[in-house]
Nanobody, 124 residues
Framework: VQLQASGGGLVQAGDSLRLSCAAS????????VAWFRQAPGKEREFVAA????????FYRDSVKGRFAISGDVSKKLVYLQMNSLKPEDTAVYYC??????????????????WGQGTLVTVSS
């Protein structure tokens, strides 16, 4: 599976962005897909995930109610809708996919496939 993330940019606090993760290869509906982010000087952290076959969505606490992950299986796309953006959301955002992930492990970064990252910058 090859992944390509896009949709990042420079926005102001309170604005919205939608990131896209396009997949090629594999049977997409069988993969858990997640978004991670990495801010300068910080470790990569989990943001959101959708479980295999789209059975559930999961978020880190700081983005609950502001971010939403969704997918279009027919187009092999996963989206991360980000609303009410804050300066602390500034980071490079990566999408990741894995066919073997169980729900309890979705937040762990040991995914088999990763996209190249897209930069989100939120100014105050």
């Amino acid at each position: 599976v090859q992944l390509q993330a896009s949709g990042g940019g420079l926005v102001q606090a309170g604005d919205s962005l939608r990131l896209s993760c396009a997949a090629s290869g594999g049977t997409f509906r069988l993969y858990a897909v997640a978004w991670f982010r990495q801010a300068p000087g910080k470790e990569r952290e989990f943001v959101a995930a959708v479980s295999r076959t789209g059975g559930g969505t999961f978020y880190r606490d700081s983005v609950k109610g502001r971010f939403a992950i969704s997918g279009d299986v027919s187009k092999k796309l996963v989206y991360l809708q980000m609303n009410s953006l804050k300066p602390e959301d500034t980071a490079v955002y990566y999408c990741a996919a894995d066919r073997s992930k169980i729900n309890s492990a979705l937040a762990h970064p040991d995914y088999a496939y990763w996209g190249q990252g897209t930069l989100v910058t939120v100014s105050s």
